[in-house]
């Protein structure tokens, strides 16, 4: 009977049938006994709209006046998601990010979150109110001008505002069923994961799993509130992501399940540096020179010297939206360092097993690559965390290394499932 | 080199290519030297899509939710226009009405400013910005709650910031040259105004004239703001409204023209009640049950009461959209008045002659009354103010009764001007 956040992404209010649906949802929500806040995101293509607009209007366009723009399109669904509520004989009132109390710094495009002072929704609510909350955005603390939180930034909101609020658990309504075991349009026996712990979910997201960034569930992990990622079609329960499995039987420890999943990412682009002196000092340059530029990478991998001429080769992953920059900046950056030459390589993939399970139980590694091998699949870099193994080959086999893997570890369902499966934008 | 206050309507940015025209007219301004506050509509048919959204959604929105809903529509041009002008070289910033310090009352839909406290316009200027201020909306004093004006609210919205920053002028940029001394898609000869004075140009608002609101002129007249209603598109001087006619020769009152312009309005219905007990108290019985259904009227006539019968009747007119309402609150009443019936009648069209020269010349009505008998026009209705008459004829009549007017009064110019005239929504 406590208090539950909802967000709804783009694609759940795409059109006034799907506002409608959303409301009648939100409504069986509050007939429950729970007070409600929803966090919505905008309406379909409305963003990539304004960006057009933007785009027809200037080359770059200026930071403060994108964010201005952008949230013009939350503006659009909030009210209508309110209106409709109303329309069911249920009070709702939409708020701005700026009128939630969402403060963040002021880097526009971009911003994070720095605190959340929701007075006017906790009056909201307390006046018997839905508060409807518009994602993606706030304001910035210093100059007081409209922000937007970038990728992933509604679902950030959605927690945020459940971690201020103490709601008992933030939904996150999606067009998939929940998180799966592997992306289920490669691997068609995919399984939905009931619960899943804020580790392995931080390591999945980070790993090609699109269904939440990362961003958001290191912020719930943080304050420790629940996420339940569900469909807004189907109705079904998703999955849980926390600390600790609701399921657990009384006074015992659950055997955690091995492995969590297996995520896959070919956004991904491979810069090889080749010939570096192998000194102390230069791999340092090489990434200095790479943050400079504000280029984010992921994998690094240093190969074996060759003895015989000092030079080593320094390899790393980043997204291919960055390459160009990174090359330019390692460009500028020749002479200084004195390597040999730039190899770039953009048609690779990246596979991920995550599970904490793998830290007591030393046969993953092996059982991996067997299943890598007997596919085929040639291994291009190896990186590995504490409860994840990544792996590189050509973007090519990424299909088929994911199947391998996936029924090596028994993640296979009995059946083939038949799931709707999207990415949401923001 | 002072402030001046420019307002451009939502067909002066349509698209792309409109916003980086007004853009760059802004920046003309800004590098004569004066400082620039811009206030600015919804793009083209944004308003109406999004009233099409809310009305997909529920057969009554919430006031507070549709003003919501609709200021969407400014945050998005007025973002564009403060990059277009970025991209020029010029320093802008947009402001929501909020930020601006547009403040109003709680009456959603069509609140009323109450006061303006630009201080975050001021600071903007004092930097150097151009300040883009979004037209039709403000901030509820009470509940804080985002409201818009109604109709000609962003025209509203200027003079009041002009008003509230000192500026010299407040310019009105439209579809058309200015203000005309009758609607040009009805009399070709009809000529440009140059000067026009507050009180004759309230006249023509109330009486049918689109250019300008009565609302916006009325804030203007009481501020002393003077007004240049121009185009967006030509570049051309337009109509100055003021108290003082800036053209007027050194120490002499300039002879006023006697008349300024002729307006029509077809969009009026006339109701007569037919039958009411000529006794007092009964007129007022009758536009209570008007005004308790918060119905607006324009005209009152009640005819010479047939002494035989005890009993006289009452027309007045109002806007078609109103007659339903109007007939269903009268009927509640019938019992109580006991008139015998009403007629309603949507044929009609109003001419008015606007002139405070007519305060001193008598012959007025008499040509006015000449110019409409030679014409063939027959006259129902008769009403007149200190510097108006208008008449209510058949529709079909207006477009001959204005022409009759115009060429009577000497107003039509020596040419045929060829001109694109069409009103702006808000």
Request: charge should be negative; charged fraction near 25%; glycine fraction near 10%.
């Amino acid at each position: 009977m406590g208090l539950v956040v909802q967000k709804y992404g783009g694609s759940s209010v795409a059109d006034a049938e799907g506002i409608k649906r959303v409301a009648r949802r939100i409504v069986d929500t509050r007939k429950a006994g729970h007070e409600v806040v929803v966090v919505v995101s905008a309406m379909g293509d409305t963003t990539d709209e304004l960006i057009e607009l933007a785009e027809q209007v200037t080359p770059i366009p200026s930071g403060r006046e994108f964010d201005m723009l952008l949230t013009a399109g939350e503006r659009i669904s909030m009210a209508l998601l309110a209106m409709a509520i109303k329309t069911l004989g249920f009070d709702a009132q939409s708020f701005t990010g700026s009128q939630a109390g969402v403060i963040t710094d002021s880097t526009h495009n971009k911003a994070r979150i720095i605190d959340v002072t929701p007075g006017r929704i906790r009056n909201a609510l307390d006046e018997g109110n839905v508060a409807i909350v518009a994602g993606f955005q706030g304001v910035s603390q210093v100059s007081k001008d409209i922000t937007t939180l970038g990728r992933g930034g509604s679902d950030t909101t959605a927690v945020a505002l459940a971690a201020a609020l103490g709601a008992e658990v933030c939904e996150i309504y999606t067009d998939v069923d929940g998180v799966f075991t592997a992306d289920p349009r490669v691997v068609k026996k995919a399984r939905k994961i009931d619960w899943i712990a804020f580790e392995d979910m931080l390591e999945l997201a980070s790993s090609g799993s699109k269904v939440l960034l990362d961003r958001c569930v290191e912020y719930a992990r943080r304050y420790n509130i629940p996420i339940h990622v569900r469909s807004s079609f189907s109705g079904l329960p998703g999955t849980i992501v926390s600390n600790d499995n609701p399921n657990k039987p009384e006074g015992g420890e659950m055997e955690q399940a091995i492995i969590s999943g297996v995520a896959h990412d070919t956004s991904e682009a491979k810069i090889t540096v080749v010939g570096v002196p192998d000194k102390p000092g230069e791999a340092a340059r090489i990434f200095r020179a790479i943050a400079d530029a504000e280029v984010n990478i992921d994998m690094v991998v240093q190969n074996v010297s060759a003895t015989s001429t000092g030079l080593t080769d320094i390899t790393f992953t980043l997204p291919k939206t960055e390459g160009q920059k990174a090359i330019d900046a390692l460009g500028r950056v020749k002479e200084g360092i004195g390597y040999e030459s730039l190899r770039y390589d953009d048609a690779i993939g990246k596979i991920s097993l995550v599970g904490a399970g793998m830290r007591s139980n030393p046969g993953v590694t092996a059982t991996f690559f067997e299943a890598l091998s007997e596919a085929g699949v040639n291994i291009e870099l190896i990186s590995t965390s504490e409860i994840r193994i990544s792996v590189v080959t050509r973007a090519e086999d990424v299909p088929e290394a994911v199947r391998a893997v996936h029924t090596a570890f028994g993640l296979d369902s009995d059946t083939d499932e038949a799931v709707v499966y999207g990415g949401t934008g923001r």
